[in-house]
């Protein structure tokens, strides 16, 4: 007898996401993830460790360093970022299943997130064509600007609750201003992040920008 609760196509492992591939740990080491309802194993994760963050981090330098992303016009990333959304908003039933299922959250909530999380990329893409660098006086003859740049690789850390959409409040915005990421979800709900990188793969992010 099958449980109707576990969604079909579930991942026979998941995956670290680095430079553009999905790759094991250095050393090969897994964790696993539970169920919730049952608290049985569903299937095994790469556990991240120091030399596992060190390639993240270093594609996601190289990315900053030499890749297109970063030196985009605003206009442009915003395009990328709105595909994102596209993306997210076509799945949202099949991202509601894996979050409901992951996180023990009921389906119409995790429903609710997954469109929320598409909102969150089009804030951001909206937000970045929208500034401008500012420039103001100060008392006496100083004239003080801000000027608005990329600043280099995000770490990002999300909790368990709410995963996916907690992952997008954070990507969308570092994304968004040309900064690239290494992103670390929680490791009792690792199932939703996993796919992020299809998902920015499709919608044109370059290479070594996201990793995971």
Do not use: C
Request: glycine content about 6%; proline content about 7%.
């Amino acid at each position: 007898m099958t449980d109707s609760r576990i969604p079909a196509d579930l991942p026979e492992k998941i995956q670290h996401y680095i430079d553009g591939e999905f790759v094991d740990s250095v050393d090969g080491d897994t964790f696993e993830v539970l169920d919730p309802v049952t608290n049985k194993t569903y299937v095994h994760a790469a556990a991240g460790k120091k030399a596992d963050i060190e390639r993240a981090v270093d594609a996601a330098k190289r990315a900053f360093a030499e890749g297109p992303w970063p030196r985009m016009l605003p206009r442009e990333r915003s395009r990328v970022l709105h595909r994102i959304a596209d993306i997210v908003e076509s799945r949202d039933a099949r991202l509601a299943e894996l979050e409901s299922f992951d996180s023990g959250l009921p389906i119409t909530q995790a429903l609710g997130q997954a469109r929320r999380a598409a909102e969150n990329f089009r804030f951001f893409a909206d937000l970045i064509v929208a500034q401008a660098d500012d420039a103001f006086k100060v008392p006496g003859k100083q004239m003080n600007y801000v000027n608005r740049k990329p600043i280099g690789v995000a770490g990002l850390i999300t909790p368990w609750n709410t995963p996916f959409m907690l992952e997008s409040w954070k990507l969308g915005p570092a994304l968004a201003t040309g900064n690239t990421v290494v992103l670390k979800p929680a490791e009792f709900t690792p199932l939703s992040a996993s796919l992020w990188a299809g998902i920015f793969e499709e919608a044109g992010l370059p290479k070594g920008v996201f990793n995971l």
